[in-house]
């Protein structure tokens, strides 16, 4: 069984830092993209970092030089190291797959859908 699992949340004061990580479990033979996303309240889900597995990265543009993200495919992990966090950081983080390729146990599968964590907390607050 497949799926990902989020680390790294909580409570913090502007300016501060976190570092949040993912775990894809399962018998996993590669992951395309992995990346976060985050949601407020009210608010569309929107794309906060993404990096593929030849570690080529897009971020959101509120969030350039201040998070880094980075993975590591032998491993399956994903983590996004967030610097001068600000209160409008504040959201749940999602981590994300696509093109999650896995072995079901008697041929290897693609699913044609995306994976997500169940989501963590990230509180900037004084």
């Known amino acids: 069984q497949v799926q990902l699992v989020e680390s790294g949340g909580g409570l913090v004061q502007p300016g501060e830092s976190l570092r949040l990580s993912c775990a894809a479990s399962?018998?996993?033979?590669?992951?395309?993209?992995m990346g976060w996303y985050r949601q407020t309240p009210g608010k569309q889900r929107e794309l906060v970092a993404t990096?593929?597995?030849?570690?080529?990265?897009n971020y959101l543009d509120s969030v350039k030089g201040r998070f880094t993200i980075s993975r590591d495919n032998a491993k399956n992990t994903v983590a996004l190291q967030m610097n001068s966090l600000k209160p409008e950081d504040t959201a749940v983080y999602y981590c994300?797959?696509?093109?999650?390729?896995?072995?079901?146990?008697?041929?290897?599968?693609?699913?044609?859908?995306?994976?997500w964590g169940q989501g963590t907390q990230v509180t900037v607050s004084s």
């Open positions: 399962g018998s996993i033979l590669g992951i395309n993209a």
């Open positions: 990096i593929n597995s030849d570690g080529n990265t």
């Open positions: 994300h797959a696509d093109r999650l390729t896995y072995y079901t146990g008697s041929f290897y599968y693609t699913p044609p859908y995306e994976w």
